[in-house]
């Protein structure tokens, strides 16, 4: 193969690396014979400092012809793009791919043509029409320019850092470049390659969270009443919130097991006839659904429920557990939930964290994190009187104990004077949006997150109880 074409390479003189080339050509005959500084030169004979010295040098320079073989690897792909078709420069030298082309000029492996390209297309900056689709890696560009980073570094920051979307934020990912360009001189290029993709790790793991939270704020549930007598009932839950659905849903409506069991085939059909239930799914479903809702509005209010809840189990690593960072899994759900979300059933009494080390070997599974007991609960809805968020007045056996200090901290310490009432929605408000509570000298209060105060001023809880709020009148109002 012989390259033909020699048209001037106008698009390349662009690039700021490769210095004073004049516009109608790109010539490095000024360099004059490269034979000569570049000779093997006798090593035995340099002392230790000049050895490294010159070691570095030599480094610098490469990473600059690099940077200038990878603009002209870019320019060849861009000359050869897919819209050009046959009429594309490689295509036309019936090279491949553009990188085929690299690799038969350059003598490079496939892996290092396509660094080159890749990269390449970080050092021309796009031309002013069209938008810079991945503005973080512009500074990448310009320290592979300037001989900085080498061009695998580059590549490593630009495979780790991905692409920008709705959650992970253009100026997010700015910020992690800017920080792996510090770091780059100080890392080898693999612990670089994992450092990007551990950064943007982090990035999309705040995404767990907004997703969440996403999901969440779409739920609802609608009463239609129809022109027949009839209502319609229509929904959206959120994967919390099916999880706990779906496991009660499943239970009433697997099919029944078990009853008489007969040998002789006429008796067995006349059994069959006996215990037949001919509700179809949909109405033992509906049927049950009403049920419970029956059952527990006559519930009594005044005792803590949900000491067993539906058989939700949460699936967390230990090493994500125990960081306070990372995401969960809902056994059953294919949404993943956020760290806070976990700590939050793990609060509550009830709920035993499944855990698991790096490796998927399960390193606690007998463990319960069961702060409170039944009897802790009778207390504390004697004192609550019910939810202990504001004005909310949901009952004690709408509430969950919450713990209020965090359970890592305070390991089995369960004294009832650290735990508050909170109804399942205000429990949720305290650990998946940044509220925090205080108990001081039997003092409940709230601490908004920053978005909603930023002074984040306390605001006391009052207790609901009113048997609490008589006993503790002034003796002489007393009739
Ligand atoms: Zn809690
Ligand atoms: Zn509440």
């Known amino acids: 193969m012989t390259l033909t074409d020699t048209s001037p390479a106008t698009a390349v003189v662009s690039v700021g690396s490769v210095g004073s080339a004049g516009s109608a050509g790109l010539s490095f005959a000024h360099l004059a014979d490269l034979a000569l500084p570049f000779a093997p030169p006798v090593t035995g004979a340099l002392d230790d400092a000049a050895l490294l010295s010159a070691q570095r040098q030599v480094a610098q320079i490469r990473r600059r012809v690099d940077a200038t073989a990878a603009a002209l690897a870019a320019e060849i792909e861009h000359r050869s793009r897919r819209e050009l078709g046959s009429g594309g420069l490689a295509q036309r030298l019936g090279a491949r791919t553009p990188e085929r082309l690299v690799q038969h000029l350059t003598g490079a492996t496939s892996r290092e043509a396509s660094t080159m390209v890749r990269v390449g297309a970080l050092l021309a900056p796009p031309a002013p029409e069209i938008p810079d689709e991945r503005p973080w890696l512009v500074a990448v560009g310009a320290a592979v320019a300037d001989g900085e980073m080498s061009l695998e570094a580059a590549d490593a920051i630009r495979a780790g850092l991905g692409q920008?979307?709705?959650v992970v934020s253009v100026e997010s990912l700015v910020e992690a470049a800017e920080l792996l360009i510090r770091e780059a001189s100080t890392l080898t290029v693999e612990k670089l390659a994992a450092r990007a993709r551990h950064l943007?790790?982090?990035?999309?793991?705040?995404?767990?969270?907004?997703?969440?939270e996403y999901l969440r704020s779409r739920r609802y549930l609608h009463l239609y009443p129809q022109a027949d007598?009839?209502?319609r009932l229509s929904g959206l839950l959120d994967p919390e919130s099916a999880a706990i659905v779906t496991a009660t849903f499943d239970a009433v409506t697997s099919p029944r097991r078990g009853g008489p069991r007969f040998v002789d085939p006429t008796l067995a059909a006349r059994a069959e006839q006996v215990i037949a239930d001919?509700?179809?799914?949909?109405?033992l479903a509906l049927d049950a659904f009403v049920e419970l809702i029956r059952i527990?509005?006559?519930?009594?209010?005044?005792i803590v429920l949900g000491a067993k809840r539906p058989g939700i189990k949460l699936l967390v690593t230990d090493a994500d557990l125990r960081a306070r960072r990372g995401l969960g899994f809902i056994e059953g759900q294919t949404e993943r939930v956020s760290i806070a979300t976990i700590e939050r059933h793990a609060c509550t009494a009830g709920l035993l964290p499944i855990r698991f080390d790096?490796?998927?070997?399960?390193v606690n599974l007998g463990r319960e994190h069961r702060f409170f007991s039944g009897r802790q609960g009778v207390g504390m809805a004697a004192r609550d009187g019910g939810c202990q968020f504001g004005v909310c007045d949901r009952p004690p056996s709408w509430c969950e104990m919450h713990h209020i200090d965090h359970w890592q901290r305070d390991e089995g310490h369960t004294n009832i004077d650290r735990g508050i009432l909170l109804c399942r929605h205000h429990h949720r408000l305290v650990h998946n949006n940044g509220w925090e509570v205080t108990r001081t000298h039997g003092q409940t209060s709230f601490i908004p997150p920053s978005d909603i105060d930023p002074h984040r001023t306390p605001v006391p809880a009052r207790s609901k109880s009113a048997a609490l709020a008589r006993l503790l009148e002034p003796a002489g109002v007393r009739p």
């Open 278 to 283: 001919d509700r179809t799914t949909e109405q």
């Open 296 to 302: 527990g509005t006559a519930a009594d209010a005044t």
């Open 358 to 362: 790096d490796d998927g070997e399960v």
């Open 164 to 166: 920008a979307d709705d």
């Open 200 to 212: 943007r790790l982090a990035l999309d793991l705040d995404r767990v969270a907004e997703r969440e």
């Open 229 to 231: 007598g009839m209502t």
